[in-house]
């Protein structure tokens, strides 16, 4: 079993910063990628950015060029530093990890707020 734990989220006015991080334990071998995924009020869950083992990334359009997901391996962390944040940021975000076998793994999710 894996169980993720994030944290950092919490009230932003717009154009601030947060970084969230989403901790790894348990049987955290043969991880392919992991990623952070977003879900506002009546929405779908949707990909935000995600990292490879290799460290590849990739962003959804909507937050290009704010947001920077990166990973720590010795750590078993993932962040993603957002910047410039807008209202439409507003949701919760989960953690999310994907092993080789292709099994995914979630987080409890944490909320982002931003207004003024």
């Known amino acids: 079993q894996v169980q993720l734990v994030e944290s950092g989220g919490g009230l932003v006015q717009p154009g601030g910063s947060l970084r969230l991080s989403c901790a790894a334990s348990g049987s955290i071998f043969s991880i392919n990628v992991m990623a952070w995924y977003r879900q506002a009020p009546g929405k779908e869950r949707d990909l935000v950015a995600a990292i490879t083992s290799g460290g590849s990334t990739s962003y959804a359009d909507s937050v290009k060029g704010r947001f920077t997901i990166s990973r720590d391996n010795a750590k078993n962390t993932v962040y993603l530093q957002m910047n410039n944040l807008e209202r439409e940021d507003t949701a919760v975000y989960y953690c999310?990890?994907?092993?080789?076998?292709?099994?995914?793994?979630w987080g409890q999710g944490t909320q982002v707020t931003v207004s003024s």
């Open positions: 999310n990890l994907v092993k080789r076998n292709g099994i995914h793994y």
